[in-house]
């Protein structure tokens, strides 16, 4: 029986090895962390993600042949293929902070692989790392193997959070990418073979390592960069009365461009997008290359500008102030189906918010008040200027409020922000809340989820994301 050990019960690799041991009964699969709670959720009925359809799938094999452990050493000792899906973010001090990917948690991962292992092992790394990653990982083994052999290989996964399960049961494509010797090669084919239970045999690509390294991180710059570009034309809609969902399906009809990824948004988040352009973009200036790592950079700071530009909307359409007032923040989470708030645009837009002193009444379907507070107490980093790290009063976040209702957070608002894209907030009594709100009362919808010229006539004055403004917004000062 072949056995796999994944190191790092996280977002990818409770996820994925739990699909892995569902389609193939007859693989071991254990999932290690050095986190205890964490390891005893995944063991317990409340996981420590929510992620639609994971559930059912955990329940069906955990304890037949896929197992959670903190007894990381023993069960890497005992593996065949050993994934390695720890986190990978960017570096906050030293050289290329701000910029360069945190590879502290892999190397000592590394470390204990070779310490650990009496038998030949595949290392796969799972987690998004720079291109020549697995080059430093080769040496970090074969310089403490005493004689085992080890192949690295690069797998990156590429599901989202809250499609991950239907991701991962139906990828584009599976990439692997080996060295090309005929170990790598054998290495290459043990891994397709796992993965060949459910994907069909055109789908797994096989590459390089350095191409399989360096096409996880083109993959999620490219498709941030449709969103920083949709979101630019957003800002342009805006000023000419043209509609950016009318453009981006008009543009996206185009066979060569493609419909898909083209949201305008208040912005993108996640744990990913930033962490994986600002690591290209330290590797690009590393090679020498400061106009594509330029280049690479604007993708980012659209979505800054996208950001600010929503909160700047916000205070110059409440008469420039919203000091005192209360606006209700609808939705948290970085995207809808998740319960993960890491990067997510809300972060930005209440800081912003709470820097011009709104009082905030934040709800959100998956993410809890602890959340949010540690959320908005955090120090924001700045890239830029890494030396710039402003933390939150302990104040300002007593002007913070978390609520489990919809109704509840709207109640004496002035405002509502819709920041992420819920399902349930395309159909609450938008009636109900507006009799219960301070009047004028304003909607601003940062996922472009309501139906606007339903809620103008129930009497809200309502501001969507690169559509044509009404008349209140456009006698408001110019937003810079
Ligand atoms: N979150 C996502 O949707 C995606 C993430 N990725 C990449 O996958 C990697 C993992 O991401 P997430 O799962 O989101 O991170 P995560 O933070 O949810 O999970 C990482 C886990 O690794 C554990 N860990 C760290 N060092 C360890 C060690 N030495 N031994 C044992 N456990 C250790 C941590 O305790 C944590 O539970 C990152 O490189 C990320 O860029 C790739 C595709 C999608
Ligand atoms: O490497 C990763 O971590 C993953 O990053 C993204 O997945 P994820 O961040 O989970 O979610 P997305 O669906 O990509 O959304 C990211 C952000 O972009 C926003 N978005 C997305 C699409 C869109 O059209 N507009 C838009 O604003 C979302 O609301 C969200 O804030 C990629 O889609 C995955 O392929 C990749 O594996």
């Not at 996981?47 to 050493?73: A, H, Q």
């Not at 989470?333 to 912003?352: H, L």
């Amino acid at each position: 029986m072949v056995k796999i050990c994944c190191i790092g019960a996280g977002y990818v690799g409770g996820p994925t090895m739990a699909v892995i041991a569902l389609k193939c009964p007859s693989i071991e699969v254990v999932v290690v962390d050095i986190s205890v709670p964490r390891i005893s959720a995944w063991n317990s009925d409340q996981l420590p993600i929510y992620e639609p359809g994971l559930d059912e799938v955990v329940k069906e094999c955990r304890g037949r042949n896929l197992f959670f452990s903190t007894d990381v050493e023993k069960h890497v000792c005992e593996a065949d293929i050993v994934f390695v899906s720890v986190n990978t973010p960017t570096k906050t001090r030293g050289l290329g902070a701000g910029k360069a990917a945190d590879l502290t948690y892999w190397e000592s991962a590394a470390r204990m692989i070779a310490d650990v292992s009496k038998s030949d092992k595949i290392v796969v790394e799972k987690s998004t790392v720079p291109v020549k990653t697995a080059e430093a990982i080769e040496k970090i083994l074969t310089h403490n193997s005493k004689g085992i052999n080890f192949q690295i290989l690069s797998n990156p996964e590429f599901l989202a959070e809250g499609t991950a399960i239907e991701d991962l049961f139906k990828p584009d494509r599976v990439l692997i990418g080996g060295r090309e010797t005929p170990e790598g090669q054998k290495a290459v084919k043990a891994l397709k073979d796992v993965y060949a239970h459910w994907v069909p045999e055109q789908n797994i690509l096989t590459t390089n390592l350095w191409s399989a390294e360096l096409s996880k991180l083109a993959a999620n710059a490219f498709l941030a960069q449709r969103i920083s570009s949709v979101n630019a034309m957003s800002a342009l809609c805006e000023a000419t009365g043209a509609d950016v969902s009318q453009v981006a399906y008009a543009v996206g009809k185009d066979t060569r461009i493609g419909p898909k990824f083209l949201n305008a948004s208040v912005g993108f988040g996640g744990s990913c997008f930033q962490k994986d352009i600002l690591n290209l973009v330290y590797i690009c200036e590393c090679n020498g290359l400061p106009e594509v790592a330029e280049y690479w950079k604007q993708v980012i700071k659209i979505n800054d500008y996208q950001k600010s530009r929503f909160v700047n909307r916000v205070v110059s359409s409440m008469f420039n102030t919203v000091s005192g007032k209360k606006v209700a923040i609808l939705g948290f989470a970085f995207k809808k189906d998740t319960g993960d708030t890491r990067e997510t645009p809300a972060i930005d837009v209440c800081t912003g918010l709470l820097g011009d002193k709104a009082r905030l009444s934040i709800y959100d379907p998956q993410v809890n008040e602890d959340q949010i507070q540690r959320d908005l107490s955090m120090k924001k980093f700045d890239w830029d200027h890494p030396l710039h790290l402003q933390p939150m009063s302990p104040a300002t976040v007593k002007q913070v409020s978390c609520v489990w209702d919809a109704y509840e957070a709207t109640k004496d608002a002035h405002a509502i922000c819709i920041m992420t894209e819920w399902d349930e907030f395309k159909t609450l009594d938008y009636k109900k809340i507006y009799d219960n709100m301070q009047k004028p009362a304003f909607v601003f919808d940062g996922r472009n989820v309501v139906n606007a010229e339903k809620l103008r006539e129930i009497g809200f004055i309502v501001y969507s994301i690169g559509k044509p403004l009404d008349a209140w917004l456009k006698d408001m000062p110019a937003v810079a």
